[in-house]
């Protein structure tokens, strides 16, 4: 699923904090790339996901299973682009200082691209991986 593919590059790039409980890893719904149409992003169950990584928090996860996915169509990219507005409103009220976000290449595209303003080297295509 794509959010256990961006969990999985999360648990790989902050392998380091994980153990750290100071550093909280909360997986949330609207930090998947888009959603619908093709079963591989279809979101697995929410309990499923918790046994698979007891290191995560999935309190941000309201429904057990993906209700963002539909059969009939995908989601356009301005739906995205709500979500990623929505997540950086939630993220906005966390209390930390220092805040890295696992997501993918296309969600990070509609981010840099249409959704916040920035520097024109975000703009470009991530590369699988890429810090």
Known sequence: SSQCRAIQTGCIAFEHLLDDK?????????????????????????????????????????????????DDRRESKSEVGERIYSFLRWLSERPESHIGVASHSGWLMTLFNGVVECDESLKPWFQTGEL
């Open 22 to 70: 100071s550093a909280p890893f909360i997986a949330h719904e609207d930090v998947r790339e888009c959603s619908g149409v093709h079963t591989c992003d279809k979101r697995r169950c929410k309990s499923r996901q918790e046994k698979e990584f007891p290191m995560v928090d999935f309190s941000e996860i309201k429904s057990e299973h993906d209700g963002l996915f539909m």
